[in-house]
């Protein structure tokens, strides 16, 4: 499914769960949009994190402005979870 070391890298980080609800990931998310650095600042590594297709949806059906502070509260909890 990921082929990228730096998406494998974050599937592995969240053990292959959806941050948002727990389900198997599918996607790997960037939650805030970051600009500078050559447009890659929201590839940051924790800027990234792992959902599944139905949360992945809902993500960009309601913008970066919403799902962006809970995706980053869900990414905070998952990795005190996973400590």
Do not use: Q
């Amino acid at each position: 499914m990921f082929t990228d070391d730096a998406d494998l890298k974050i599937f592995r980080k969240f053990h292959g769960r959806c941050v948002h609800c727990g389900r198997p990931a599918r996607e790997i998310h960037e939650f805030e949009e970051t600009r500078g650095a050559g447009g890659n600042g929201a590839l940051r590594e924790e800027n990234r994190v792992t959902l599944c297709n139905p949360c992945h949806d809902w993500a960009h059906c309601i913008g970066i402005r919403v799902s962006g502070p809970l995706l980053k509260r869900d990414r905070d909890f998952a990795l005190e979870a996973y400590a």
